[in-house]
Nanobody, 123 residues
C-alpha cells in the first residue's frame, strides 16, 4: 500500500527555522512529484510548494516561494519543507501530497495525502 508520512513538526519560536520531512512508501512504479500544503485556523488548505520527481521543476503559488522552500535530494521518494523566519501566523497543520505535474503546474492527488503534522510558532 502506497502511503505518505510527514515528520519533523513541533514548537518553534518566531524567527526560527524548521524542516519538515515527507516520505512516500510502498511499492509503486510511478515516479511521483510531491508537494506541501498547510491548513491554518480559519482558512482553507493552501498550497505551499511542490517539486517534480527529478527535482528539475519547482512549483510555488503565484505569490512566490516566500520563506518556504521545497527540497528533494536527487530522485527519491522523500522531500523536505525548509521553513525560515517563521511567524506565529504560520502555525497550523502541514500536509504532504504525492500527485502529478506537467512542468508548469502541480496537481495534488485525492488519495495520497499524509495525516498532517502540527507546526506551532510561539511569539
Amino acid at each position: 500500500q502506497v502511503q505518505v508520512t510527514e515528520s519533523g513538526g513541533g514548537l518553534v519560536q518566531a524567527g526560527g527555522s524548521l524542516r519538515l520531512s515527507c516520505e512516500l512508501t510502498g511499492r509503486t512504479p510511478y515516479r511521483y512529484p510531491m508537494g506541501w500544503f498547510r491548513q491554518v485556523p480559519g482558512k482553507d488548505r493552501e498550497f505551499i510548494g511542490a517539486i517534480s520527481w527529478s527535482g528539475s521543476y519547482e512549483y510555488y503559488p503565484d505569490s512566490g516561494r516566500g520563506r518556504f522552500t521545497v527540497i528533494r535530494h536527487s530522485v527519491s521518494n522523500k522531500i523536505y519543507l525548509q521553513m525560515d523566519n517563521l511567524k506565529p501566523e504560520d502555525t497550523g497543520l502541514y500536509f504532504c501530497n504525492a500527485g502529478r505535474d506537467t512542468g508548469r503546474e502541480y496537481f495534488p492527488s485525492d488519495d495520497l495525502w499524509g495525516q498532517g503534522i502540527q507546526v506551532t510558532v510561539s511569539s
